[in-house]
């Protein structure tokens, strides 16, 4: 099939669409079996090679220290599940602790992450804000200079914060990106909407609340879940800022379980005593531990997920 | 240990160059500075400074060997637990320590049985601080740039101007601890000698040392596998080992002799002990310049060839190659000796399980055995700069208390914490309950602690097998030559070209490389930081031997 140039300036080959022997594209005739095996098998590995890492994690935190013999290490299937070394964590109430630390900190900050974030895009996104120029630039500075680890820890002596949580939130509560992501979604929303509104009375902060941020239910979501999975992760603040070990989060409990090879003191067990799992179903359980509040969070922005990702690849 | 240099790395097959550099770095350094930043150690023990060794004689072991540096064996805790101390060491402020762990963070005070009964027999609340080991150096420096110490810092490992730095931070405990004034603190004048050699910098004692068995690294080995195979425990020669390697590899069935490639065996199957050597006039050698060096490659790309190493084993992580040798995938696991409790429990389920270590065979039967020098400190623990003389004998008595030897009711109460709530007593042995496991993990030990003891509770064998390793091998060891020297290029800009060097010998040992690749990799170094280092050792160590 050719095509005639609109300018009628010469005609050039046209790539035929794929089409079955009826003449109809591939996509409207019906299955071909074997392509549809293939896609099934594509898929199928796919999967595979995201749920069996995942299975096997899971499995392996389950396991007996048999079965991790008997397995050389990672488990698939697990016969009989046991929960010691879940048990062995969360004994003794340090892991439990962290986790209330952890989600403490990660809820706080991550709200006054996003009020800060949306206060100061929403700002640097209007026409005619005070000092809105130099202030982008301080924004963008952060960006390209980094502080470095010591000058950073003074600023937080200084400020008096050290072994105090808003130590894990102060220093990280704005991100450069986010605010530019979020600032240039604001940008989008039509003035026609904010002129009106003005029209009708309101000022900034009624504009904000009532018509910018209904708006932007899609990229506060993304930034926030950003936010979100920062302070969750975050572990080396802590141990710069956190003098008492009560006060860790969750991650950097867990991370003298997985840095360090030894479950705990075994020069002081016995051999043979049964309160010890093994050490390999120990890094498993802290593994499944630290990802399943992230887990549960995702299904309910993945709508917005989505589109919010898309904010930035799309604007020009 | 060297914060580059993790341990997980140091356990790594193929980084026998990064191992070797390790055990040196793990010592600390006497040093005089030089402008040029070769520096000294502060005299030796002939001149008084090292502190008096007095061991205790109280607690006879089961198993003692002629060879001062092979660790005594017990079966069990010596009976009736004897206390070594008086009175309470301190009834003042409470005592804040840095420090760090390789166990998990331990329950906070208020629900810590073991640490309230430590505190009730020190006298003063241990307001103790620590970081996971790998995390260690960040919070060192940041403690260090915010002028905020605590009472007891440990110093891990060298850092970059450290005799300027322990000037300026720390006490100077030469008039407290030298000679005989250590026998003011008796347990502390237990502690072996040349783990205070590596509190010495610029001629002055800096700390009190958390001692380590000198056996460092060690191959260990699947007993009852070789047994079953009707093999030695102890080949006489390289061709004897490999010979062996191949017995006890079957691909098929999924068994491996070695869950690394061996290089740190082979570089002393090779003559290469440690990463530097002197000569009598004290002209130092780089190892890795030496023909063994480069022979140890050529037969560690052969015995890859061989396939009797396991196909993941230099991409894996040591736990998992721990699990190898527990599962009899593997015969043979290399790693610290620190490291060799933990397989008991293990192992604790296997019909029949013995593990034991081997030795590197010469390369011909009946030729030279030679033996990397293991760490004679994990770190060492540091006062910080303090005026007032009744404090610090305060801090000094406390740390004499926490080094209270094997067989004290001190070393329970430390260990074990609270009899009927942390443990119970087992026949003589204290074992800890599942309470106790948990609050044992409060890091003490490592701020201070007693010399080292071999003992397994209801295990004689493994006593035994743990003792006749110390025994057969430290006689073999050849002495750190750089233990007691301070290099400051070494520490500043050695690393990094150390980790270039490193990843040469990586690329060889896994066949993508040519062997003859060796020669310009060391040369690069040498004319990059070696060369520096060579003459800052070698001017540090006539200084200090005259």
């Not at chain 2, 006497?30 to 607690?59: E, I, M, V, Y």
Request: with cysteine.
């Amino acid at each position: 099939m050719t095509t005639t140039s609109p300018l009628g300036l010469g005609t050039k080959p046209r790539k035929a669409r794929p089409s079955t022997s009826t003449g109809r594209p591939v996509w409207m005739g019906p299955p071909n079996r074997v392509l549809t095996a293939m896609r099934g098998l594509i898929l199928t590995i796919g999967c595979a090679a995201v749920i069996l890492p995942f299975l096997a994690v899971v499995s392996t935190s389950l396991a007996t220290q048999a079965e991790v013999t008997e397995n050389g290490g990672f488990v698939l299937l697990v016969r009989e599940p046991s929960l010691a070394s879940y048990q062995a964590i969360l004994s003794g109430g340090v892991v439990t602790r962290a986790l209330v630390i952890s989600i403490l900190v990660t809820v706080v900050g991550t709200l006054l992450s996003l009020a800060c974030t949306i206060g100061l895009a929403y700002a640097l996104s209007r026409p005619g804000s005070l000092g809105s120029r130099p202030i982008l630039l301080a924004v963008l500075f952060t960006m390209l200079f980094s502080p470095g680890m010591i000058p950073m820890y003074l600023v937080v002596k200084q400020l008096g914060l050290l072994d105090n949580l808003f130590a894990l939130i102060l220093p990280v509560l704005i991100n450069a990106f986010n605010v530019i992501v979020m600032r240039e979604f604001f940008l989008d929303i039509p003035d026609e909407l904010m002129e009106s509104a003005r029209i009708d009375g309101a000022n900034d902060l009624t504009i904000l609340a009532r018509i910018v941020l209904p708006l932007s239910k899609a990229v506060i979501s993304v930034i926030g879940l950003f936010y979100a999975v920062g302070y969750w992760n975050a572990f080396f603040n802590a141990l710069l800022y956190i003098s008492s070990p009560e006060k860790w989060p969750l991650q950097l409990v867990l991370r003298t379980y997985v840095v360090n090879e030894t479950p705990m003191g075994v020069d002081q067990v016995s051999a043979g005593s049964d309160s010890l799992p093994p050490q390999l179903s120990i890094q498993m359980a802290i593994l499944v531990i630290s990802v399943v509040p992230i887990l549960l969070v995702y299904p309910f922005l993945q709508k917005h997920f989505t589109k919010g990702l898309m904010i930035g690849a799309v604007k020009g | 240990m060297s914060g580059t240099i993790s341990r997980r790395r140091f356990l790594g097959a193929t980084g026998a160059f990064a191992a070797i550099g390790l055990l040196g770095a793990c010592s600390g350094s006497p040093s005089s500075q030089s402008p040029n930043g070769g520096s000294t150690g502060g005299g030796g023990a002939g001149d008084g400074l090292l502190p008096t060794f007095r061991p205790f004689d109280k607690f006879p072991p089961d198993l003692a060997s002629s060879n001062p540096d092979v660790s005594p064996g017990y079966f069990s805790y010596p009976a009736p637990p004897t206390a070594v101390t008086s009175g309470v060491p301190a009834s003042g402020d409470p005592i804040r320590a840095l420090t760090f762990t390789y166990d998990p963070v331990a329950p906070e005070l208020s629900h810590n049985a073991l640490w309230q009964s430590l505190n009730e027999a020190l006298g003063t609340e241990l307001d103790l601080e620590y970081t996971p080991a790998a995390e260690y150096n960040a919070r060192f420096a940041t403690t260090i740039a915010g002028n905020d110490l605590p009472d007891l810092m440990a110093i891990k490992g060298q850092q970059q101007q450290m005799p300027a730095m322990l000037a300026a931070k720390f006490t100077d405990l030469t008039e407290y601890l030298s000679g005989d004034a250590v026998l003011d603190y008796p347990n502390l004048a237990a502690l072996p000698t040349p783990a205070w050699l590596s509190t010495v910098y610029d001629g002055k004692l800096w700390g009190v040392p958390v001692p380590r068995s000198l056996i460092g690294n060690v191959l260990y080995t699947r007993a009852d596998m070789l047994e079953r195979a009707g093999l030695s425990l102890q080949p006489e020669s390289l061709e004897e080992f490999t010979e062996m390697a191949q017995a006890l590899t079957n691909d098929r069935e999924g068994r491996w002799a070695f869950g690394q490639t061996p290089l740190t065996v082979l570089l002393e199957t090779n003559g290469i002990a440690n990463l530097w050597s002197v000569d009598g006039s004290g002209a130092f050698t780089f190892n890795a310049t030496l023909p063994g060096y480069e022979q140890a490659l050529a037969d560690a790309v052969a015995l890859n060839d061989l396939g009797v190493v396991h196909p993941d084993g230099n991409a894996v992580q040591n736990t998992q190659r721990n699990e190898w040798m527990i599962a009899g995938t593997t015969a043979f696991q290399i790693g610290l000796y620190a490291g060799w409790p933990k397989f008991y429990v293990q192992g604790a389920d296997i019909e029949g399980f013995r593990l034991t270590g081997m030795l590197s065979p010469a390369r011909e039967a009946g030729g030279e055995m030679v033996r990397t020098a293991g760490p004679s400190i994990s770190h060492f623990s540091a006062v910080a700069k303090q005026d007032d003389p009744e404090r610090l004998a305060e801090i000094l008595r406390v740390l004499d208390w926490l080094a209270a030897p094997f067989g004290s009711t001190e070393y329970i109460t430390r260990r074990f914490g609270k009899e009927g709530e942390t443990f119970t007593f087992d026949g003589p042995d204290p074992v800890l309950t599942s309470q106790g496991i948990n609050q044992a993990t409060l890091p003490v030990r490592y701020i201070t602690e007693n010399s080292p003891v071999i003992f397994e509770s209801r295990n004689e064998q493994a006593v035994r097998d743990q003792f006749d390793h110390q025994e057969a091998g430290l006689q073999y060891t050849v002495p750190n030559p750089t233990e007691g020297l301070y290099s400051e290029t070494a520490v500043s800009e050695g690393a990094s070209a150390q980790q270039a060097l490193t990843a040469t010998e990586v690329e060889i040992v896994l066949g993508n490389r040519p062997v003859s690749d060796w020669g310009a990799a060391v040369e690069s170094y040498m004319s990059a930081v070696g060369n520096t280092i060579k003459s800052e050792y070698e001017e540090a160590w006539a200084q200090l031997n005259g």
